[in-house]
């Protein structure tokens, strides 16, 4: 399969955004790798646990700002070609759409909502 430049260029801050999640989800792993060889597991829970309120706050802190800063971001995607003028309005328009998904996964996910409920309905609790 051949792949023009043209296509690799339009992609590049794709590629670029993907690889550094992948690394950084490499070095993350990594990490919590090292902490259970040199500590126990219930040591690892508990540094985690601390975290949990400063990682949550995170997230939503981006959850905002991404909605905040939709239409700004719309008109870097213009600027720099990855949408074009005519798919601007769509664009605009799903602001909201992807805000309302982004916080149901961080409502049923982040905040383990989907885990109470399914103790709730099997009667393990929480």
């Known amino acids: 399969m051949v792949v023009s430049s043209r296509v690799i260029v339009r992609y590049k801050g794709l590629l670029v955004f993907s690889l550094l999640a992948l690394v950084l989800t490499g070095l993350v792993g990594m990490l919590l790798m090292y902490r259970l060889q040199t500590h126990s597991m219930q040591s690892v829970s ?32 213009i600027r720099i070609r990855l949408i074009d003028e005519s798919r601007h309005i769509a664009a605009a328009n799903l602001r909201w759409r992807v805000v309302g998904w982004l916080l149901l996964l961080e409502l049923l996910v982040g905040q383990g909502l989907l885990a109470k409920l399914i103790g709730l309905l099997t009667g393990v609790g929480w």
């Not at 939503?60 to 991404?66: D, E, F, P, T, V």
């Open 46 to 77: 508990l540094q985690l646990e601390s975290w949990r309120l400063l990682l949550a706050i995170v997230r939503w802190a981006l959850l905002g700002m991404m909605s905040l800063c939709w239409p700004v971001l719309i008109k870097i995607l």
